[in-house]
């Protein structure tokens, strides 16, 4: 094709190139919705991966919510309870406050706990609250997320939330949140 050599030839050129940089803008903006998309994808994950974890480990902590955050499912009058069917294989459920006071008074207590505490109710998964998932429109489980937000010398902040949490979908939705200079649990 060569170099236009007339006027006419380098406007049609010129507009070409136009049309050319448009439709590449346009594959730009699609790639750049795509790539967010599974950026949103990657972090929604991540973060329902995250909350899986420490539904497994948060009830070995001696005060949830103070130095990491805290996740539990909730029984049907709202209560924190473990899972009987995440308890690890030997791990022994303490209902005597006796027993779990000469337990957690030993020399254990700057450790995660080996033991299920009497504060929690241990209960079968059939048996925790359920909300309904918006996106799956489905009975899913509702975990409560317990966190000291700030701790300051003039003042804590806690943070109590309650969510529906969806296998199915992948998906953690907000159902109420609060915010508390005091402990809430």
Same mark, same amino acid.
């Given at each position: 094709?060569?170099?236009?050599? #007339?006027?006419? #030839?380098?406007?049609? @050129? +010129? ?7 448009? +439709? ?5 903006? =699609?790639?750049? +919705?795509?790539?967010?998309? =599974? ?21 070995? &902590?001696?005060?949830? #919510?103070? *130095? ?7 029984? =049907? &009058? ?13 791990? $022994? ?14 020399? *254990?207590?700057? *450790?995660?706990? &080996?033991?299920?505490?009497? *504060? ?8 925790? @609250? ?29 943070? $109590? &939330? ?14 109420? +949140? =609060? ?7």
């Amino acid at each position: 094709m060569g170099f236009p050599t #007339g006027a006419q #030839g380098l406007s049609e @050129l +010129a507009m070409v190139c136009t049309a050319e940089t448009k +439709a590449a803008k346009q594959v730009i903006a =699609q790639v750049r +919705a795509c790539l967010t998309e =599974q950026e949103n994808k990657v972090a929604r994950l991540e973060n329902f991966g995250q909350v899986l974890t420490a539904l497994g480990k948060s009830w070995k &902590e001696h005060d949830p #919510g103070k *130095r990491d955050n805290a996740y539990f499912f909730l029984d =049907q &009058e709202g209560k924190w309870a473990v899972v009987k069917e995440l308890i690890p294989d030997g791990t $022994k459920v303490i209902e005597d406050w006796r027993e779990w006071r000469e337990y957690d008074t030993s020399e *254990r207590w700057w *450790r995660p706990l &080996e033991l299920v505490s009497p *504060r929690y109710r241990a209960i079968p998964l059939s048996e925790v @609250l359920r909300g309904s998932c918006p996106v799956g429109h489905s009975g899913q489980p509702v975990v409560e997320h317990y966190v000291q937000a700030f701790d300051g010398p003039e003042g804590d902040s806690w943070l $109590k &939330e309650r969510m529906v949490v969806c296998a199915d979908c992948r998906n953690i939705s907000l159902s109420e +949140a =609060q915010i508390s200079s005091e402990r809430m649990r």
